[in-house]
Each structure stands twice: as structure tokens, then as C-alpha cells.
């Protein structure tokens, strides 16, 4: 189903992630996180645009470990765990954080 | 957790067998795979032009090839002994999730069209032509088994229903249909070289992050090498230990007891995963050539040993197929065991005395055991019968103080499969994981209760994943779930570690 992001439509998969990574835009993660009833604030855009800066360096979303471990040494260690990820995105870090990313799903047995 | 979207199984204090509901999940149906990644199999894009011809054609040659699908599909006599033996249908109440109901997707086809009695006097023997509304459902049910080849236990004829599923699969597979999660993987293997796609240069952050961890954590230098040349173990693990908790927490401790005995070892970029999808999909030449990529890491690194991290069906492709699908191993060191499992490795170091394990440290769990199914039904460790049951717990036992076994019919050769194996461990097919697991719920709550257990350890990483994700939709927590290797890795004291004992001294001192 595509998503329509200010008056331009983004093609997305079955799973409703971004078919091309590099069209994404800021407003993708806001509209496809209203669709989820969530708003997002300071705390989301932080984790999305390591998950996007590990990417472009990567090609692969962050291990849980390394994302949590970044957002410990970020934001103090109280939030270096993944409580307080699935605390942001209650469908998951991996899958619901990386969506509005714009990457890829992670694949695999996790 | 997401919020679901279907009914979640009400756990009973005894396992009910349900009232069967006819039709109940015909229309769970996992995503199909795009042309793009039948492709990259060597399976026709999208669904061929006379397919069914080409789908009995192919039954044909599995039929010629498999003379066990033959006798499967022959020797059934409807008895009954299977029938509340699945996961799925206890946990979804549809009759086509019965052993017997799911052979007989594919049995009635064979009936018509390769014996007697089906081609002359079909509705005698309830046999019907290969028709849109049975490819229907053979895309429904035969992904909703997880190819945990329990009911075979049960059958007195040992009919193996794993068998036959990945039979259909691979008919589906070669007529242009096949089901996205797996081939998409398999896919990924091939690109990249594991099922999570993660580049040679990610794992080695991954790996150097986790070295600084453990040194942070206890003042000792573990590593954890990648591609290391002429090291003596490659260790074949699951990239899910990259990337995924607990997961990781296993690899951790893999790394710990590595370290402790003195063995020089390794990982690979070439062969950074353990599992293979193709045996999944019932493909022959997809499983031969996942493995021979362990094959050449080996070869290519000069080791002299190959140990394979927890993954169950890993291990039944390892302990069972892998040397007439990539042997033969003449070149590797004929003192050791090959393929040897992780567990197998400690379990030997634990006897020799190599670790030196502070049991309390696992004193805040209270542990049970999940016996994977490919382990416990396919496999074996050690030298003794049942060791795939025993070696597990004794790693366990001899790490935690608190252990408890979940009911007898519920574990070992009796164990109930997690709900997330064999290809189905993806999220569109959510609701079938979550009322396949039913069963081990119940089993697990039932001893939550009655001996106030607080962990469950796993030795797949199918298992951790899948109980991850629906051990919430049951009201339990999904850090529950634990590797054995973390257990191990929590109480393992490395040579030269500081423990909180010898800081507190230092600070007595000072």
C-alpha cells in the first residue's frame, strides 16, 4: 500500500515498508507513525536517524545490542537497554523503528 | 507487542483437545515470494502456464527420488493416533491442521494420479484432480507446519508429516509458487552470506563491540574472531547470535568458554550462518548449496574442527545431512567429532574441569528447559542415546542451582515446537505463531505456578525469536526467554576476572 507524504505518494510493500530507501523523507516516519497512533517526539527522532546513519555506513539496521548501546552512551545509561526502545516503539525497535526509517525489515530468525 | 488482531488461546491447566472448527485459518496465508526471489533459487517467477501438469510432474520425480514419501503416502490408516498430537490444531481448532488431515492434502492428489484405485474409481478412495482450490490449500496448510515431526512420534506407521510438507513446498516452489519469508533468506545467503543480510564489515563492529563489552564487564580480553586464518575451530552459529537478545547473550558465552579452555577459533564472513532454509522448503539442491558455503570457509581458513552454535535445525542439517551434502570431511582433524555442537563442547569442558562456574550467579532464575524439536526429533549429541536431552540439561544444571522440567508429554521426544519453526517465523503468519504456542504456554504457566519458574532456556534461535515475540501475547514477559550459552556466560568467572568480591576488597583496602 503506498503512503501519500505531502501531496507525493512513496510506494511501500505488502509489510508496509519503504520500497526504496532513498526516497525517503522525514514526513514518511511521521505519516506511517500517525497511522500507528503514535506522535513522535525528540526521543524517536533520535533513535530513527542512528538507525538511518547505521545504515548508510552498514547496509544493515544496527544489531539490538549496538543500537542500545549507542543510545546508552547518548542519553545516559538508564536508556541503553531495550525497555526503554520498546518503551518508544511498542511493536519493537527492529521492525516498527526501522519502518520509518525507511529500511529494509530485518530478515531472518529475529 | 503489537495489538492483535485475532483471538489469543485461552491457557487451561490441562491440555483440551477443541472441537474442530472447519475452516478456521484457510485464509492465513504467509506473503508469496516475488519473482525476484523465486529467481534467485533457480524457481520459476510467478505461478507457470499448465502448472498443474508440471505440479505432478514434479510429484513424479520427488516420488522416484524419496521412496520414504511413497511409503508415507501409501501406509496411512487413518487411525487417529495424530490427530491432537500438532500444535496447530490444538491451538487453532482446524480439522486441517490435524497430521492426518495435512498428509491428506497431498496424499489425495498422489491417490489420482499415481495409483490405481485413484485413477479409475477416485471417489472410492477419496482421491481428487490437482484443482486451483487444492493448491489454495496447499499454500495455507502446508505453511502452517512447522516441521517439528511430532505427530510422527505418535504414528505407529512413523509417518513423518515434515516430510511431506516439504515435498509440497517443493512442488509449489518449482510450479512459481513459493512463500516469501524463506526464499527471500535463502536469497540473502547467497548475496550476502547469512539469512540477516549483515555485511562482512557489520559483524565485525558487532563482534568488536561485544569485546568491549566483556572487557568492560570483566577486565579479561575475549575475543571474538572473524575470518581468522589457520585458527583450529570455526564455529558455524546463526547470524541471529549477531544481531538478535537474547541471541547474543548465547554468543557471549560461546566466546567465554572458548576462551577458558584455550581454543583458538574463529567465525566467517563466508559462512556466518548456521541455518539452512532449503531443508525448510524441501529443496535439495538450495540445502547443498547453503552448505557448502561451510565447506569453503572451512577449507579457505584451514581449520581443523567446525562447532555449531544453537540452532536447531541447523543441527539436524549438520548432524545428519552435511557430510554426503558437502563431505566428505577428510580434511579436518578426525579427534574430534564432526559436526560437534556447542553444547557438546562445553559439556566436555564442564567435566574436565577447564571452567570455573559460580552456580549462584544464576541464583535470581529459576530455569526450565525448551527442547527444540529438530534437536530433540533429529538429532543426537554425545555418545549415549537421549544425549540431545541429557548434555542441554546438564550444561544447565551444572550452571544454575534452580532447574525444573516442564511435563513429561511436553518435552523431550514429546517436546512441543515453539510455534515459529520451519519457515513460519514471520509476521504475517503472527497469528498462527501465537496459537501454535499454545501448548508450550500452557506447559511453561503451569510451572511458572507451580515452582515459581522465571526463565525459559532455548538452544534455537528460531525459538528465542518466536518466544520473544509471544510470550507477551500471553501475559508473560518476553526476557523470559534465555540461550544456555547466557546461563553459562553469567556464571563462567574468567581467568583474571574481577569479581564484585575482589572490589569490595580493594575498596577495604583503600
Partial sequence: MPIEVDGKTFETDEEGYLANINDWVPGVATVMAAEDELDLSDEHWDIINFLRDYYEEYQIAPAVRVLTKAVGKKL????????YLYGLFPYGPGKQACRYAGLPKPTGCV | MAKADFEIPELKEYPEIPPVQPGATAGLKSFVAKPEMQDALGFPGELVDGWQEKAIEHMGELLGKYRSLQVFLDSCVKCGACTDKCHYYLGTSDPKNMPVARQDLLRKVYRRYFTFAGKYFPKLVGATDLNKEVLDDWYSYFHQCSQCRRCSVFCPYGIDTAEISMAAREIMDRIGLGQKYCN????????????????????????????????????????????????????????????????VDGLIGYGKVFHEAGIDWTLSTTASEAANFGMFIGSYENMRKISMRIREAALELGVKRIIFGECGHAWRVAYSFLNTLAGPWDFLDKNYPM??????????????GTLNIDKSLNDDMVVTFHDSCNVARASRMGDEPGGQFTIPRNVIKAVCNNFVDMDPDTTHEKTFCCGGGGGLLTDDLMEIRVKGAKPRMEALRNVIEEHGVTNMAAICAICKAQFTKVLPYYGLGMDMIVSVHQLVSNAVILTGQQTEEDESKEDDAA
Fill in chain 2, 184 to 247: 527471500e533468506i535463502i536469497g540473502k545467503v547467497y548475496k550476502i552470506g547469512n539469512n540477516l543480510g549483515l555485511p562482512g564489515p557489520a559483524l565485525e563492529d558487532t563482534l568488536e563491540g561485544l569485546e568491549e563489552d566483556v572487557f568492560d564487564e570483566t577486565g579479561v580480553e575475549v575475543k571474538y574472531p572473524l575470518d581468522k586464518k589457520g585458527a583450529d575451530v570455526l564455529l558455524v552459529t546463526p547470524s541471529a547470535d549477531f544481531f538478535a537478545e537474547p541471541h
Fill in chain 1, 76 to 83: 545516559g545509561k538508564d536508556k541503553g537497554n531495550s525497555k
Fill in chain 2, 339 to 352: 559436526p560437534q555442537h556447542i553444547l557438546e563442547f562445553t559439556w566436555g569442558e564442564i567435566q574436565k
